[in-house]
């Protein structure tokens, strides 16, 4: 009897042992943050610095020699992202940097139905900016960039990084896009077109298009839409 006694009891802590072994191990399997927010955050100086390395100022002649005024951002060692309403109908384009010479693209191609276009160069003047995994989501703090040309007769004022918060997403179809767009708190400016919107990591969640007259907020292409508009093929915008 003694002896069925010792080994129920071992059983049963055996039994107590393995629960709490497996309740552990599911502790141990939690998942963590999602990528977008398992990143340490930047300081403002670090998110100016990375903006002012990775974009440009991008200066399209049209063929009726208007002069379209915008910014882009670098992807990759030979691309450069920006919006297709900048790039336009170009003659001529030259990309600027703070911290290199203007350079001249040896290639464009432009998006069937989203404002976005992709300028190919030898060699990027700048350092290439990483696009983040997934969308922001809304209350998030973010930072937009780019070169506005508001000054007296359309003069740039340089570079602007400034801080907003995502508000939402809305239907892009009735502004031209294919899918939803990103909503910021801040309006861009003329000039600032094509310019890239960074999460806190300082990575690319949206590139700015244009903003809502009635409300003075900017409308971002997220960067969700970014990586399907780029997995598919574009063609050559019309030259003079």
Not at 75 to 90: E, S
Not at 121 to 127: F, S, W
Not at 144 to 170: C, E, I, N, R, W
Request: include cysteine.
């Amino acid at each position: 009897m003694k002896g069925w006694v010792r080994g129920h009891r071992r059983l049963t802590r055996l039994a107590v042992f393995t629960l709490l072994a497996a309740a552990v191990d599911m502790v141990l399997v939690t998942p963590t943050l999602p990528a977008r927010l398992d990143t340490a955050p930047l300081t403002v100086k670090q998110i100016e610095h990375r903006v002012t390395q990775g974009t440009v100022e991008v200066m399209a002649l049209q063929c009726d020699l208007a002069l379209n005024h915008g910014t882009g951002v670098a992807i990759g060692r030979d691309r450069i992202l920006t919006n297709r309403h900048v790039v336009g109908q170009p003659r001529d384009v030259d990309l600027a940097a703070d911290i290199a010479p203007v350079v001249r693209p040896r290639g464009m191609h432009a998006s069937a139905g989203t404002d976005l276009a992709v300028v190919d160069v030898d060699a990027v003047p700048v350092t290439p900016l990483p696009l983040a995994p997934d969308d922001p989501e809304p209350g998030e703090r973010v930072w937009m960039a780019g070169y506005p040309h508001d000054g007296p007769g359309g003069t740039s004022k340089g570079l602007v990084v400034q801080p907003a918060h995502v508000l939402d997403f809305v239907d892009g179809r009735p502004m031209g896009q294919p899918g939803d767009v990103l909503r910021i708190d801040a309006t861009a400016r003329a000039g600032m077109s094509g310019g890239p919107v960074l999460d806190a990591a300082g990575r690319v969640v949206g590139l700015l298009f244009g903003v809502q007259t009635t409300t003075g907020d900017s409308v971002v292409l997220p960067v969700s839409l970014l990586r399907t508009t780029l997995s598919v093929p574009m063609v050559a915008p019309p030259r003079c």
